[in-house]
């Protein structure tokens, strides 16, 4: 039982990180295993749109021409259980990575023959640090593009930095939950 979560932000000890690891502690309690991968610090290019059309090899073939670490992460949904995406709130929406990630993934997830990501289960948190205004609207858009990605979107967790501390015992009992339901 294996679950991986794509974390959008760089910081390893900041309120995203914190709250994927609260629901990894949840999952591995419940006989689960996981890992955290920092989308950051990754090479993940922008679609580049290649067609006139708008399309290319995504369509045509279920893989991108770009050579960079989409197809590692897309083996790593593969071969995942469980898929969960925690970005930051970066101005009411997704951080830059988990976008760009998202955006090339959804074209992928779309071609007929792919297998191993549509009905696959899929959980978003969306982190607001700041202010804590934004995170209701981010986990609306993330859990939009999920569905467009054809998850199984079995929760979206909006947390703020008030409530933060409420969320980690929830996102904890989540995890628990999402082993003891797979
Ligand atoms: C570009 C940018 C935009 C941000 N926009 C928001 C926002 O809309 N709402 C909010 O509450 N916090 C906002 N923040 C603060 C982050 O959500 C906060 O720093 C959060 O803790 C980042 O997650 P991390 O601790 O995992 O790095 C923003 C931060 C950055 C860098």
């Known amino acids: 039982m294996k679950m991986v979560i794509f974390v959008g932000s760089r910081g390893k000890n900041?309120?995203?990180a914190s709250a994927s690891r609260a629901l990894l502690e949840g999952f591995v309690e419940a006989g689960g295993e996981g890992e955290l991968v920092f989308l950051p610090d990754l090479?993940?290019?922008?679609?580049?749109?290649?067609?006139?059309d708008g399309w290319g090899t995504c369509r045509s073939e279920g893989?991108?021409?770009?050579?960079?670490?989409m197809p590692t992460?897309?083996?790593k949904i593969k071969g995942a259980d469980i898929v969960v995406f925690a970005t930051p709130v970066y101005f009411g929406s997704l951080s830059e990575s988990t976008r760009a990630f998202l955006d090339r993934l959804r074209r992928i997830a779309w071609h007929e023959k792919q297998e191993g990501i549509?009905?696959?289960k899929a959980l978003g948190i969306?982190?607001?640090?700041?202010g804590g205004g934004g995170a209701s609207?981010?986990?609306?858009?993330?859990?939009?593009?999920?569905?467009?990605?054809?998850f199984d979107v079995v929760d979206m967790v909006p947390a703020?930095?008030?409530?933060?501390?409420l969320k980690l015992e929830v996102l904890k009992l989540t995890g628990k939950w999402l082993a003891n339901s797979i």
């Open 43 to 52: 090479n993940i290019e922008r679609c580049k749109q290649c067609q006139d």
């Open 73 to 75: 992460l897309i083996e």
């Open 118 to 120: 549509a009905g696959k």
């Open 126 to 130: 969306c982190v607001a640090g700041g």
């Open 160 to 165: 703020r930095r008030q409530n933060l501390d």
């Open 137 to 150: 609207e981010c986990t609306g858009e993330l859990g939009r593009i999920l569905a467009t990605c054809r």
């Open 14 to 16: 900041g309120r995203t």
């Open 63 to 69: 893989r991108c021409s770009q050579e960079d670490d």
